[in-house]
């Protein structure tokens, strides 16, 4: 049975009159302002956290595998252009030398 707000209008109404307006409103503001079955229990936070920490593992598991192919990439890079730089120089000395 749905509790819709006719419902919960009367169930105020009587508790005004069983235990006067102060206590009624304290004690409808306890209720929930849906029914019950809109309320989250303990096991349905348990699984929307365990579904979030697999999404967050698996996001954080990509990035870091993109990072790692970042840094290989850049490490390849900086490998082969400090190479072209040492065979450039000792090119450069050895012509030096030649003509000295």
Not at 19 to 27: F, I, N, P, Q, V
């Amino acid at each position: 049975m749905a509790v819709d707000e006719q419902a919960r209008h009367e169930l105020y109404n009587q508790l005004v009159e069983a235990l006067g307006s102060d206590h009624a409103r304290t004690l409808m503001e306890h209720l929930p302002p849906v029914g019950w079955a809109d309320v989250a229990t303990r096991r349905d936070v348990d699984a929307a956290l365990l579904a979030l920490r697999h999404e967050l593992t698996g996001a954080i598991h990509e990035a870091v595998a993109d990072l790692r192919s970042e840094i290989n990439a850049q490490t390849r890079l900086l490998f082969f252009s400090m190479l072209t730089v040492m065979f450039t120089a000792v090119a450069l000395a050895f012509t030096a030398a030649r003509f000295a």
